[in-house]
């Protein structure tokens, strides 16, 4: 079977700084996969580039079989990819209620839409508990289960995650990664990049390990949590 998302060699600059340097991976269908690395690795670029808010200069993306290289982002997001985007980007002035409704902006069904709004209050009954209240008055826990949430309003059999712990207590990262995998158990692929190797690594089917903008290590993830260059690089305390 084809992988649901399939990234061949891209090269993606930001001026004349080459960014990512002949990237190739693959996600399949139903699995959780993680990118690790130090900041300025790659990881956020390698996210803006497969949803289509960065063009790459080489190389190609398919997703589901498709050639999304060069569809713009908007478009994506209605063939079932969503992104959680770092530092949250929530609508710090409209509600939680209006927030996760935009995350629905591609959908018509109000049935549907309402039986997806039920399933994210279930997911996060603190998004339910605060529905009416000013997204921008919530913790930076809720703020990211918000980002979440809006994510899941589109359907998607895809998300993108981008440091989804950043910044959070111990006790709130932990319970992201456990949403995350419920998420995962319920049938959604997921695409992680984490600055928290250990955790990342905990949840996720397998992982590329990235630096300076190439791929230099790739695997079975329980097995890369055993690698010494990684516990040396990455899962030290």
Known sequence: MAPLLQVDNIEVYYGVIKALKGISFEVNKGEIVALIGANGAG???ILHTVTGLLKPKTGKILF?????TKVPAHKIVTMGMAHVPEGRRIFSQLSVLDNIK???FTRKDKEEIEETLNYVYERFPRLKERKN???GTLSGG???MLAMGRALMSKPEFVLMDEPSMGLSPLLVSEIFEIIKAINENGTTVLLVEQ??????S?????YVLETGNIVLSGDAKDLMNDESVKKAYLSE
């Open 142 to 144: 809720e703020q990211q």
């Open 102 to 104: 935009l995350g629905a």
């Open 203 to 207: 949840i996720a089917d397998r992982a």
């Open 64 to 68: 589901k079989g498709n050639d999304i």
């Open 133 to 135: 209240q000013i997204a």
């Open 196 to 201: 928290n190797a250990k955790k990342a690594l």
């Open 43 to 45: 990881k956020t670029t």
